[in-house]
């Protein structure tokens, strides 16, 4: 492979995109995870439900979510949603542009591209 070339993975399957919307648990360090096709508010509000029934299962009495600005975080539909779930959910909006910390894009999301998306750069 050529100093700059993209690695390539192969597998069966198609080159279509997945959307993973990822949660770190904290202090056990679980990573619970949803993947879908889009990257929508609806898709987003699928995963916290997933999230509030794993909560519910393990007896966790209050989820404190520390969450981006992403568009679909902060859209109106997430928003009615969240706030309907004030009796088990807090969330916290980190400031606009500071994935410094964030910290599944610290600990999952930079391993990830690290390993996955970033080209080869020696012979």
Request: include cysteine; hydrophobic fraction near 35%; charged fraction near 25%.
């Amino acid at each position: 492979m050529m100093r700059g070339d993209q690695q390539k993975i192969y597998h069966k399957g198609s080159n279509g995109k997945i959307n993973a919307f990822i949660t770190l648990l904290y202090p056990s360090n679980k990573v619970k995870f949803t993947t879908s096709k889009s990257r929508t508010s609806y898709d987003f509000i699928n995963h916290l439900r997933k999230i509030n029934h794993y909560i519910k299962n393990n007896k966790v009495k209050r989820l404190i979510l520390v969450i981006d600005n992403a568009s679909f975080h902060i859209s109106r539909t997430t928003e009615q949603f969240i706030q309907k779930q004030s009796d088990w959910m807090t969330v916290i909006f980190l400031p606009k542009r500071s994935p410094n910390l964030n910290p599944v894009e610290i600990r999952v999301n930079r391993n990830l591209k690290k390993d996955v998306c970033v080209p080869i750069t020696t012979i």
